[in-house]
């Protein structure tokens, strides 16, 4: 079974920086998009950064200039870099990824269990 864990989360205040790691292990053969969301309790889980496996990347208006998503292909890792950090970034931000366990497979999404990010002013 594929599995993603993040860490790297934490409490951190107004202006400062975060990295957030998510590693990928399992049967993998190859990852294509990976994705970070971030979800506030009661809302829905939006997404904030996304990376292709040609590292195009795409992010939400609220982040950007400020978050930076990579990837390391030989580790089955996607990094988020988080700075000149607001309160309003505060949340749960989740690892998304669309794996092939097999040449032939199709690509089946899996998602991390949730890294707290708390945003102090």
């Known amino acids: 079974q594929v599995q993603l864990v993040e860490s790297g989360g934490g409490l951190v205040q107004a202006g400062g920086s975060l990295r957030l790691s998510c590693a990928a292990s399992?049967?993998?053969?190859?990852?294509?998009?990976m994705d970070w969301y971030r979800q506030v309790p009661g809302k829905q889980r939006d997404l904030v950064a996304y990376?292709?496996?040609?590292?195009?990347?795409n992010y939400a208006d609220s982040v950007k200039g400020r978050f930076t998503i990579f990837r390391d292909n030989a580790k089955n890792t996607v990094y988020l870099e988080m700075n000149s950090l607001k309160p309003e970034d505060t949340g749960v931000y989740y690892c998304?990824?669309?794996?092939?366990?097999?040449?032939?497979?199709?690509?089946?999404?899996?998602w991390g269990q949730g890294t707290q990010v708390t945003v102090s002013s």
């Open positions: 998304h990824a669309a794996v092939q366990t097999t040449p032939l497979s199709s690509q089946v999404g899996y």
């Open positions: 990376i292709n496996s040609g590292d195009i990347t």
């Open positions: 399992g049967p993998i053969f190859r990852i294509n998009a």
